[in-house]
C-alpha cells in the first residue's frame, strides 16, 4: 500500500489484530492491537515507508492468519496510450519451425527433427559459438557440413538447457548445407505504451508478454527498442473476428526507450522522458489491486495518427488477487465515438492505460473474440512489479493469447 493512503481489512469472522511495527502501519487509527468483526472491517494506515506483519488471532489466542503489508511512497507514473512500434531481438536463434532437406532423388531429411530439436527452442551457442544474430548460422552449418563433422548445439527449452549434436545435410536442389530448421531471431509490431515512470526512467508498454507468432513461445529479449508509431487505419472487430490498429513506424521514428524485459504483463525498459503526444504532464497516482472497484472508468489509446485521446469504458468485474496474475479486470467499452471507430478492442490496443477516479489502475490485455466490445486488463501494480518501480512479489503467472 502506498504512504498515506488508508485501507480496509475485512475479515468473514472475529479476530483481534496485532501489528508488529507500529512505526510502519497503524491499526485503527493509531492502535498496536484491534478488534476486527465482519462488519466492522479492520482500518489500515501507512505511516512510513517500509515492511509490517499483520497478524490475527481467532479469541485472542489462536493464530490463523499472517498479513505483510509493504508500505511505498507515494508513487506517481505518466500513463502513456501512444502507438508505439516494436523490435525485439532474441537472446538466441528460436526455432520455428522444420523443414526436409533433398538428399538425393528419393530422399528427404530434417537433421535438426532427427536431433531431437523442437519448435520453441532456443538455440544460444553453436561449436561454441554465441548465436546473437542468424546470419552467423550458414557459416557454421558450411564449414561443419564440408568437414564432415556435427554440429554441437545448446539449445534452451523453456527454463532447461539442453544440448545435442547435428550432422548438417546437403541440399541437392540448392546445393547448400542445411539443418532443416526454419529459424528466427528477431520480431517487429505495434502496441501501446502504458506508463512511464520519470523518477525511476523506466516504462511498461503492452499488458501481454511477446510471443513468437509460429510457436507461440515467449521471446527471450536480447535486445530491442521502442519507436514512434502512427495509426494510419483501423480494421474494425466483429463478433469472432477481432479487428487491428494498422501503424507503421515513422521515417527515421525516434528510438523512446530500450527493451530489457518480456514477461506476462508486458514489455519493459529504460525511457529518458516523457514521449511526445501525452495527455500527462506530470505524473497521477497508481492504484493497487485492491483499490479499483467495478463501475466507470477510461482508457488512454489512438486511433488515428499520433494523438492520444480518451474513451469511456466500464469496469464490469474486478477479480480478488493478493499476487500477481493475469485477468484481473473485465472492461466493456461504452464510448459511442471508439465503438464506430473500432468496432470495441482491437489488436494493437493492448497496453493502453486505465484510469479510473484519476488513478492509473490497469491496462487493456485481451479482447473476447465473441464479444470485441469486452475484454481483459491486468492490474498496474503488476505492470510496475515487473518493471522494477514496486518490489516483486511472488505468483504463479499464466500466459494468455493476446491482443
Not at 5 to 11: D, E, H, I, V, Y
Not at 16 to 28: F, I, K, Y
Amino acid at each position: 500500500m502506498f504512504a498515506g493512503t488508508a485501507q480496509a481489512l475485512s475479515m468473514p469472522v472475529t479476530a483481534q489484530a496485532t501489528v508488529d511495527r507500529p512505526g510502519v502501519l497503524h491499526l485503527n487509527g493509531s492502535a498496536v492491537t484491534a478488534k476486527v468483526t465482519p462488519g466492522r472491517p479492520l482500518q489500515l494506515t501507512p505511516q512510513h515507508s517500509g515492511m509490517a506483519k499483520v497478524t490475527l488471532k481467532l479469541f485472542g489466542t489462536i493464530p490463523f492468519k499472517t498479513v505483510q503489508i509493504h508500505v511505498v511512497p507515494g508513487l506517481k507514473v505518466i500513463p502513456g496510450g501512444q502507438t508505439i512500434g516494436v523490435k525485439v531481438k532474441s537472446a538466441g536463434i528460436l526455432v520455428v519451425g522444420h523443414h526436409l532437406v533433398s538428399v538425393d532423388a528419393d530422399t528427404k531429411v530434417s537433421p535438426g527433427e532427427n536431433a531431437g530439436i523442437q519448435l520453441g527452442d532456443l538455440m544460444t551457442h553453436m561449436n561454441g559459438i554465441p548465436m546473437d544474430d542468424v546470419a552467423k548460422v550458414a557459416k557454421v552449418v558450411e564449414e561443419a557440413g564440408k568437414s564432415k563433422r556435427p554440429v554441437e548445439i545448446k539449445f534452451k527449452r523453456g527454463n532447461k538447457e539442453m544440448s545435442t549434436k547435428l550432422s548438417p545435410a546437403y541440399d541437392l536442389e540448392d546445393r547448400v548445407w542445411r539443418l532443416g530448421l526454419y529459424i528466427r531471431d528477431s520480431a517487429a509490431g505495434v502496441g501501446t505504451l502504458t506508463f512511464y515512470a520519470p523518477d525511476q526512467g523506466v516504462y511498461g508498454a503492452l499488458g501481454h508478454v511477446i510471443t513468437d507468432m509460429n510457436t507461440q513461445t515467449p521471446i527471450s529479449v536480447g535486445s530491442g527498442e521502442i519507436l514512434q508509431s502512427s495509426v494510419t487505419s483501423i480494421s474494425k472487430s466483429q463478433d469472432g473476428e477481432p479487428g487491428e490498429k494498422r501503424a507503421h513506424f515513422l521515417k527515421e521514428s525516434k528510438i523512446l526507450g530500450n527493451i530489457e524485459r518480456n514477461t506476462h504483463f508486458g514489455i519493459f525498459g529504460k525511457m529518458n522522458q516523457n514521449p511526445d503526444h501525452s495527455l500527462y504532464k506530470e505524473g497521477i497516482p497508481v492504484a493497487f489491486a485492491q483499490e479499483v472497484k467495478e463501475g466507470p472508468a477510461e482508457i488512454l489509446t489512438v486511433v488515428d495518427g499520433q494523438q492520444v485521446e480518451r474513451f469511456k469504458v466500464n469496469i464490469v468485474h474486478v477479480a480478488k488477487q493478493e499476487s500477481p496474475a493475469t485477468k484481473g479486470l473485465v472492461i466493456r467499452i461504452t464510448d459511442p465515438r471508439l465503438l464506430e471507430k473500432t468496432g470495441g478492442i482491437v489488436q494493437g490496443m493492448s497496453g493502453s492505460p486505465i484510469v479510473q477516479d484519476g488513478k492509473l489502475v490497469g491496462a487493456v490485455t485481451h479482447v473476447f473474440v465473441n464479444d470485441p466490445r469486452s475484454g481483459y486488463g491486468c492490474f498496474i501494480e503488476w505492470m510496475l512489479q515487473d518493471s522494477g518501480v514496486l518490489p516483486q512479489s511472488k505468483s504463479t503467472q499464466k500466459s494468455l493469447k493476446a491482443v
